[in-house]
């Protein structure tokens, strides 16, 4: 039973760099969700999709963030020209698609970002 | 818009305590709610749920029963084991299982000595 994988764990980069986060879901999960969460506070959600499609984005996630999961299946969070504010633990979720009780999220283990 | 809010820590209880951490919430509709887990080092993991009011979520010696009235999901063990040492979040959903975004509460910090 693989749950949810993201890599890398860790990610130390310089302001302006840009980053990149893959997030794989369990495999017969067609939602994937992104969230952040910065230390002391619960996470906070970004996106999600369903399939390839991305459904919703929050306010917090601006343009220099963008995510994808081209195939329907991994995803791609990436954050461009990053700055200190952005040092957080990035998570992703999988789930079922509604409908029923069992679309619980589960969530990876997350990508600990630190800009210097 | 959804708000969680939850009794802020941290908390710390010796081994056997009862425990009880203050969830109350704020939604349109009507949300599922959860509590998540987080051991150190850890990811989140799904302790338990309840998806209609008056429903009793429960999983590991803990429980939760939602309550519509008062909108509140407080989480409840009536003895707690060192093992139990982690932060736990309350959280809520908009659709009855869950699939839709979560908005999670701060967190609260358990500390369980022996």
């Known amino acids: 039973d693989t749950g949810v994988s993201q890599n890398p764990r860790h990610k130390i980069t310089k302001r302006g760099q840009n980053v990149t986060f893959r997030c794989d879901p369990i495999?017969?999960?067609?939602?994937l969700y992104w969230y952040r969460q910065t230390l002391g506070q619960g996470p906070e959600f970004l996106t999600y999709?369903?399939?390839?499609?991305?459904?919703?984005k929050s306010r917090l996630l601006s343009d220099r963030f963008s995510a994808e999961r081209p195939k329907g299946s991994f995803s791609t969070l990436e954050i461009q020209r990053t700055e200190q504010g952005d040092s957080a633990m990035y998570l992703c979720?999988?789930?079922?698609?509604?409908?029923?009780?069992?679309?619980?999220?589960?969530f990876g283990p997350g990508t600990r970002l630190t800009v210097l | 818009g959804n708000s969680v809010t939850q009794m802020e820590g941290p908390v710390t209880l010796s081994e056997e305590a009862f425990l009880t951490i203050n969830c109350t919430y704020t939604?349109?509709?009507?949300?599922?709610l959860f509590w998540y887990v987080q051991y150190p080092g850890e990811g989140l993991q799904l302790l338990l749920k309840?998806?209609?009011?008056?429903d009793k979520g429960s999983n590991k010696g803990f429980e939760a029963t939602y309550r519509k009235e008062t909108t509140s999901f407080h989480l409840e063990k009536g003895s707690v084991q060192v093992s139990d040492s982690a932060v736990y979040f309350c959280?809520?959903?908009?659709?009855?299982?869950?699939?839709?975004?979560?908005?999670f509460g701060k967190g609260t910090k358990l500390t369980v000595n022996p």
């Open positions: 979720a999988s789930s079922h698609p509604p409908g029923g009780s069992t679309d619980t999220q589960y």
């Open positions: 999709f369903q399939n390839e499609a991305q459904l919703e």
């Open positions: 495999s017969e999960h067609n939602r």
């Open positions: 939604a349109t509709g009507y949300p599922s």
């Open positions: 959280a809520l959903s908009g659709t009855q299982g869950g699939s839709e975004k979560l908005v």
């Open positions: 309840a998806t209609k009011a008056d």
